[in-house]
Nanobody, 120 residues
Framework: VQLQACGGGLVQAGDSLRLSCAASQRTVNDYAMGWFRQAPGKAREFVAAISSTSEYTRYADSVKGRFTISRDNAKNTMYLQMNSLKPEDTAVYYC??????????????WGQGTLVTVSS
């Protein structure tokens, strides 16, 4: 399974961005997926996750109310809508999926990162 993340860029504080993560195989539609991020000099951290049917979602406290995770299984694609971006959201964002049907997410497949830079 390959995951391809895109949508990062340079924005100003308060702006919005939408990240996308496209899966190479439809089997990922049966798995939970999520987003993680890694800021310079810091460990990778959880951002958000969504179950296979979108019934369940989870968010890190730092992004609750600002970020929204969603998925379109018809397109094998997951999204992360990021609003009211802050400089502390600057990081490389990675998408991930589980390797079997389960919840919560235990990432087993990882995509390459997409860089989000938020200027103050």
């Amino acid at each position: 399974v390959q995951l391809q993340a895109c949508g990062g860029g340079l924005v100003q504080a308060g702006d919005s961005l939408r990240l996308s993560c496209a899966a190479s195989q439809r089997t990922v539609n049966d798995y939970a997926m999520g987003w993680f991020r890694q800021a310079p000099g810091k460990a990778r951290e959880f951002v958000a996750a969504i179950s296979s049917t979108s019934e369940y979602t989870r968010y890190a406290d730092s992004v609750k109310g600002r970020f929204t995770i969603s998925r379109d299984n018809a397109k094998n694609t997951m999204y992360l809508q990021m609003n009211s971006l802050k400089p502390e959201d600057t990081a490389v964002y990675y998408c991930a999926s589980d390797t079997f049907y389960a919840w919560p997410l235990t990432p087993g497949y990882w995509g390459q990162g997409t860089l989000v830079t938020v200027s103050s």
